[in-house]
T-cell receptor, first 113, second 114 residues
Framework: AQSVTQLGSHVSVSEGALVLLRCNYS??????LFWYVQYPNQGLQLLLK??????LVKGINGFEAEFKKSETSFHLTKPSAHMSDAAEYFC???????????FGIGTKLQVIP | NAGVTQTPKFQVLKTGQSMTLQCAQDMNHEYMSWYRQDPGMGLRLIHY???????DQGEVPNGYNVSRSTTEDFPLRLLSAAPSQTSVYFC?????????????FGEGSRLTVL
């Protein structure tokens, strides 16, 4: 069985500051990992994905995440927060080759002007 | 491009009523799924389908039925609505050809059960 743990249900950063959203996974087999973003009153959209090609993954809107097997982590970062980054972010995992996706509880990012 | 379309966007039901949430996708995706989103609980999988005629239960299937008669459509039926089913429901699809787990979501259906 696979699961993800997102540390911090709410994170606040100042505009221009580093964004760091934490995700740790648990999986009995090598997983695929994802970050999704949800803007208010919208569905989720894929931000980036890890499928083992490279441990540092770049996504849309300047976000990136690094897969660290030794730490079972897949933290999401962005060097400089923008007001438009305010949203809820979900980490997700699925075993390779399987379509069932397990989501974390989400982290709401607030960007303070 | 329509992508994944959910109807209705909003619905209010009384306890005991039944209804169907509709989901349609125009991307010829084999895999479709229904999630519910509740505060502090993330998204939880209700039911999923890997192709027409094939469905299976997810994490929280009780009180919900699904069927998949075509590739495009995957309706979710609430048999006898309960207040605990007040939630936002999302339909998602993905291609067997692409990366497993890369989901395309609808905009959601907000359901309130009184």
């Amino acid at each position: 069985a696979q699961s993800v743990t997102q540390l911090g249900s709410h994170v606040s950063v100042s505009e221009g500051a580093l964004v760091l959203l934490r995700c740790n996974y648990s999986s009995s087999v090598p997983p695929y990992l994802f970050w999704y973003v949800q803007y208010p009153n919208q569905g989720l959209q894929l931000l980036l994905k890890y499928t083992s090609a490279a441990t540092l993954v770049k996504g849309i809107n300047g976000f990136e995440a690094e897969f660290k097997k030794s730490e079972t982590s897949f933290h999401l970062t962005k060097p400089s927060a923008h007001m438009s980054d305010a949203a809820e972010y979900f980490c997700a995992v699925t075993p390779r080759g399987y379509q069932k996706v397990t989501f974390g509880i989400g982290t709401k990012l607030q960007v303070i002007p | 491009n329509a992508g994944v379309t959910q109807t209705p966007k909003f619905q209010v039901l009384k306890t005991g009523q039944s209804m169907t949430l509709q989901c349609a996708q125009d991307m010829n995706h084999e895999y479709m799924s229904w999630y519910r989103q509740d505060p502090g609980m993330g998204l939880r999988l209700i039911h999923y389908s890997v192709g027409a005629g094939i469905t299976d239960q997810g994490e929280v299937p009780n009180g919900y039925n699904v069927s998949r008669s075509t590739t495009e459509d995957f309706p979710l039926r609430l048999l006898s609505a309960a207040p605990s089913q007040t939630s936002v429901y999302f339909c998602a699809s993905s291609s067997a050809e692409g990366v497993a787990g890369e989901l395309f979501f609808g905009e959601g259906s907000r359901l309130t059960v009184l």
